[in-house]
């Protein structure tokens, strides 16, 4: 996609700059317009197909080269899980700024760069909208003062990592490439008439000759104030994006203290259900026990597996021993060790009572489905459905089993 951006890109400049044409500015002028094309997701499964895309835009230009965009569109993203074939569909808005590296001629290619969000459907069947950053190249072809054909790709940097049903270490993104056609209404501004320093008739009454003195203009404030323009809007956009990566942070913060409440409020409960460990060691496992999962959230899965299995092998009959089988077996997954974590999660349902057997049995059929032991993933998901009705994760394993 990017290649084909580039290609197309170098064509138009070749182009603009072996044909000699008439400027034609956009300034101060609205565009509206509408375009279809392809995308291709980049996610941690196989996403090696295309998908379809459309979208609808209005745009005012700002000044002769930079123009501002409100764009709408759906878009459809295919993957493969579990060697089925499926789709997350989107729908979208963004803000673009297009800065056009050349607007003499016929050919005006154009830098892109904004910001949006996109609205999703997860596998529990309830729909969500995240941030995203954009970036892109494209080439706006006139085909009058009134009418252009419209080519440009962009790379959308997703915040989420549900794009697709696999959980992997980093967010997913899509590429996409559009064409289409824009309209801009009313007319643009004729280049203002060159003045004549004296009439014809005074130059007779003077003796001068019968020729024409033009005055060469005047520079004035526009383009100074075109380019303070430009500055704070790129300034704003430097300020989305500081924005939008410190909201990241603060949901990772809070995603970790949220899953770290989880884990007090069972151990609490299994401390009340069970009989406790001697008090001298009790402390230990929990501080030891919060370390550990520090360590998973902070992505450092080898040094988390390693405190949980010393955990499980120093105290085994502690109530959280369950709980440290399951986050070794959550580690190798995102680890893309599934094999390794189908034997941790085994491990959890041995226990005659955990409160992490439903999540187990979640992992377990996604671990299965990752090595393409497709029956006993599905297996896995039966029975977190008849066992533990009451779930959260039902909805989740509902929809991966409808899926295969």
């Known amino acids: 996609m990017r290649k084909a951006s580039l290609a197309i890109l170098l064509a138009a400049v070749m182009v603009s700059g072996s044909i000699e ?25 196989p996403t090696g197909k295309f998908g379809f895309g459309g979208e609808g835009h ?14 709408g569109g759906y878009a459809n993203l295919p993957y493969t899980i579990a060697g089925v074939s499926t789709k997350t569909n989107i729908f979208y808005g963004n803000l673009l700024l297009d800065f056009e590296l050349l607007n003499k001629g016929k050919f005006h290619p154009y ?38 054909l419209d080519i440009n790709s962009t790379y959308h940097y997703g915040s989420s990592d549900r794009l697709d049903a696999i959980l992997g270490s980093g967010n997913d ?14 007319s643009s501004k004729a280049a203002p008439p060159k003045e004549e320093l004296f009439s014809e008739q005074e130059m007779e009454n003077t003796g001068m000759e019968s020729a024409v003195v033009e005055v060469e203009p005047q520079p004035d404030s526009a383009a ?20 939008l990566n410190s909201k990241e942070s603060e949901i990772v913060t809070l995603s970790t203290a949220l899953a770290e409440s989880k884990e007090r409020v069972v151990q609490i409960q299994n401390t009340v259900e069970t009989q406790p460990p001697p008090a001298s060691n ?15 959230y902070a992505k450092r899965y080898m040094e988390a597996m390693q405190t949980f299995a010393d955990l499980a092998n120093q105290f085994p009959n502690h109530p959280l021993v369950s ?13 893309r060790n599934y094999q390794e974590a189908v034997e941790a999660l085994n491990r959890v349902l ?55």
């Not at 100074?224 to 924005?243: F, G, H, N, P, S």
């Not at 009790?282 to 998973?296: I, M, S």
């Not at 979640?362 to 008849?386: C, D, H, N, P, V």
């Open 173 to 186: 993104r899509y590429a996409s490439g559009r064409l289409g056609f824009s309209f801009f209404p009313g």
């Open 323 to 335: 709980n440290c089988h399951y986050w070794i077996g959550e580690s190798h997954f995102q680890l």
């Open 282 to 296: 009790n402390g230990d496992v929990r501080g030891l026990y919060e370390q550990a999962l520090n360590k998973f």
């Open 21 to 45: 044409v008439a400027a034609q500015s956009l300034a101060k002028r609205f565009m509206l317009g509408m375009s279809a094309g392809a995308q291709r997701l980049y996610s941690n499964g």
């Open 111 to 148: 830098l892109l760069v904004g910001a949006g969000t996109y609205n999703y459907q997860q596998v529990n069947g309830f729909r969500k909208i995240e941030p995203s950053g954009i970036g892109g190249l494209g080439v706006r072809w006139l085909l009058g003062h009134k009418f252009a």
């Open 58 to 71: 209005l745009g005012y230009r700002l000044t002769g080269r930079l123009g501002a965009t409100l764009v």
């Open 350 to 404: 041995q226990f005659s009572q955990s409160p992490k057997k439903d999540d187990a049995l979640l992992m377990l059929g996604k671990s299965y489905a990752q090595i393409k032991r497709t029956e006993e993933a599905r297996q896995a998901f039966t029975r977190l459905i008849q066992e533990y009705p009451d779930s959260e994760y039902v909805s989740k394993a509902s929809a991966l089993l409808n899926r295969m």
């Open 224 to 243: 100074i104030k075109q380019q303070e323009e430009y500055t704070r809007l790129k300034a704003k956009v430097d300020e989305l994006k500081q924005t």
